[in-house]
């Protein structure tokens, strides 16, 4: 992983300094241009997270002889899935915001990220059957 941070470190340094030759006139494009090169590397990640979660969770669901665990509605492909979507649109969503309504319209929309992923947790926990713990004493 150290590798990639000093890949992204190299391309900011060489797009600030190209912002530094070229001026503010070329700023927008160069960030865009930034921007699309950490989307990029995040989407790689994500996809790479969510193929080992999906891996993970296959292997487990055969070994305890379940078909299909990570396919259950409300279940760990689709809460992880949602959350990958949202943290992906997260990157675009919070350049436009700051390019638009700078600081103010970030919070704005962070706010909004984490509320609909606190919604979609909120839903999870309430799909789930309620069960008693076990008691110990038998």
Do not use: C
């Not at 503010?24 to 994500?46: N, P, Q």
């Not at 600081?103 to 990220?113: D, E, K, Q, Y």
Request: aromatic share 6%; glycine share 12%; net charge neutral.
């Amino acid at each position: 992983m150290e590798t990639r941070d000093t890949e992204l470190k190299r391309d900011l340094d060489a797009t600030l300094q190209a912002r530094r030759e070229l001026g503010t006139e070329y700023e927008s494009a160069l960030i865009e241009s930034f921007l699309e090169k950490v989307e990029e590397r995040l989407d790689g990640t994500i996809d790479r997270h969510v193929r080992r979660g999906l891996a993970e969770r296959q292997l487990t669901a055969a070994r305890d002889g379940r078909a299909g665990g990570a396919g259950a509605p409300g279940g760990f492909g689709e809460r992880f899935g949602f959350a990958a979507v949202s943290l992906l649109l997260a990157v675009p969503l919070s350049a436009i915001a700051v390019s638009h309504a700078g600081l103010g319209g970030l919070v704005v929309t962070w706010l909004g990220i984490v509320g609909v992923n606190a919604a979609q947790v909120a839903r999870g926990l309430s799909q789930r059957p309620f069960r008693r713990p076990e008691s110990t004493d038998r």
